[in-house]
């Protein structure tokens, strides 16, 4: 298995510190910070006689703008992956397009009737909000993102939105400073199914175990049944154990979540195994008092995975475009950290389990392509 070099002592810190970014909480048409400190609103949106402008960055290789998003988004009756839905739902339009690949923004663009930009940064100030598709390219999301959120364009991040506890606060900190809207999710936080498993749970006593299965190949992508288990469970981790043989191309994945103890609820784990076939996700938890269980299985045709699967997620980013807050600030970074505890657990501790809070900040975790990003670009 490939290992992550020796951490650079110059560079890392033994515990994280603990971050003084800017926790937003969501409110209706607005923001506010928590403890007291002085909320950062963001300006009610000016209605316009057009759609919000959209940039999107990272339109190639394993993008859900390739896969999904641009079939939603396209103007009517344009095809860009597997079919249009034949009718205009959301209030925005794709505006302009970048891709590392050139040959793929222009393909994609002509497709969409955009504008393909040569730089990643082209776009500032002709886009009203911009959204990452692409998989490969987060471990430089950080820099992609920075002059946009830096000029309070509205952003979503891609999954698994940073490969470092460093690269993630100073995002944050970043969007707090300019009051940008930005929104971290995955598709599965935003499943009809994380409503309705939360109320069936509540009548099945104290929670002794969970175990669920995640559609995947490698461990970055697991973060799908992760990130819908915290939505429904919350964050409140102690550590974490993720054992494979590769978490970059794995053949077996295991990972193993400890829920701190709380009141009226003692700690349980919570164990999610890859699976490269059967359904997209599943999730069975168990109590004192019964059992209750959730699943997606593969759709069968692709116009029900568009409307059940992905519009929900775009409904939350357009709102988030609109200057409305998906989730607080902190929850971003909640679920980065716990990300990244996993993958020290599989790069560093041969899967051993790892205290959450004790990944150095300065770590960094291994791309799934480390050259995918010329580092030129951003000088």
């Not at 959209?54 to 103007?75: E, K, M, N, Q, R």
């Not at 739902?89 to 923004?105: K, Y």
């Not at 936080?189 to 490698?218: D, F, P, S, V």
Request: net charge neutral; charged share 25%.
């Amino acid at each position: 298995m490939e290992r992550n070099s020796k951490i650079d002592k110059r560079n890392s810190e033994r515990l994280p510190r603990r971050r003084n970014f800017l926790k937003i909480s969501v409110l209706t048409g607005a923001a506010s910070l928590s403890a007291g400190l002085v909320s950062p609103s963001f300006a009610a949106p000016v209605k316009k006689n057009r759609k919000l402008r959209i940039g999107a960055l990272a339109v190639g290789a394993h993008s859900f703008w390739s896969y999904t998003w641009g079939d939603i988004l396209s103007p009517y009756g344009t095809t860009v992956n597997r079919g249009s839905l034949e009718t205009d739902l959301f209030n925005m339009e794709i505006t302009h397009v970048w891709d590392v690949n050139p040959e793929e923004a222009q393909k994609f663009a002509a497709k969409v009737g955009a504008s393909a930009v040569k730089r990643y940064d082209d776009m500032v100030g002709k886009v009203d909000a911009i959204a990452f598709g692409g998989y490969y390219e987060v471990p430089w999301q950080n820099k992609l993102a920075r002059p946009y959120i830096e000029a309070g364009i509205p952003t979503y991040l891609s999954r698994p939105f940073a490969y470092s506890l460093r690269d993630i606060d100073e995002l944050l900190d970043t969007a707090a400073k300019h009051s940008t809207p930005i929104m971290a999710t995955d598709v599965y936080e935003h499943l009809y199914a994380a409503t309705t498993l939360k109320k069936q749970i509540r009548n099945i006593g104290e929670i002794e175990c969970i175990h669920g299965t995640c559609l995947t190949h490698e461990y970055p992508a697991l973060f799908h049944t992760p990130y819908l288990m915290f939505k429904v469970f919350g964050y409140d981790i102690g550590k974490v154990s993720i054992i494979t043989d590769n978490p970059n191309e794995s053949t077996y994945l295991v990972g193993t979540y400890l829920y701190k103890e709380r009141e009226n609820q003692p700690t349980f784990p919570a164990t999610l195994t890859m699976t490269p076939r059967g359904d997209l996700y599943s999730m069975t938890v168990s109590g004192t008092k019964g059992t209750e269980s959730s699943c997606l299985p593969v759709f069968e045709n692709w116009q029900d995975d568009l409307l059940i699967h992905h519009v929900p997620m775009l409904v939350a980013m357009q709102r988030t475009f609109e200057g409305k807050l998906f989730e607080p600030y902190d929850n971003i970074r909640k679920k980065t950290e716990l990300f990244l505890s996993g993958f020290y657990s599989a790069s560093e501790r041969d899967g051993a389990p790892v205290d959450v809070g004790t990944v150095p900040t300065g770590w960094r975790a291994l791309p799934i392509k480390p050259d995918w990003i010329d580092e030129a670009m951003f000088k």
